[in-house]
């Protein structure tokens, strides 16, 4: 059961600013590219359309904090820790390396919801699909320094 997932991107010029530095919000969008590929790692759909199942998880809260910038080229590591797996909710934790470097860490907490019959979300437990696929990881592996 995975409680870590890593992918790895090359900064694309389209990403940065006038600087050449990639900008603070392609942080989130790459935290959402390494979400969706552990859920493809783990075969399982991260949006589904099927009336009376999981349609999504939605974003309750999200932030990251910056220490060394990624720049046009830069390879980057992402890493998805598995941070706290609620009833309703997971939250995971993002770290960017550049080598050894820690650019940036990230935090996003998600709703597992569903649709009612008229069309409104609605939390709903985390499917065992999902739960018995995932552990939590050790505070340890996270936490800066």
Known sequence: MPSEFT????VEFHETDMAGIMH???FFKWMECCEAALYRSLDLPLVSFVP???????????GCQY???????????????????GTRSL???????KGATLAAQGEVT????????AGDMVAQPIPSAVRDLLQV?????????
Not at 91 to 97: D, E, I, R, S
Not at 110 to 117: F, K, Q
């Open 110 to 117: 998600v709703v597992c919801v569903t649709a009612d019959a």
């Open 91 to 97: 939250t995971y934790v993002f770290q960017f390396h």
């Open 24 to 26: 603070f919000a392609n």
């Open 52 to 62: 009376g199942q999981v349609v999504g998880w939605p974003r309750v809260n999200a």
């Open 7 to 10: 992918i790895t991107r090359q």
């Open 67 to 85: 220490f060394a910038p990624l720049r046009f080229n830069d390879t980057a590591t992402v890493k998805l820790y598995v941070k706290k797996i």
């Open 137 to 145: 990881a050790p505070e340890s592996t996270w936490t800066v320094a």
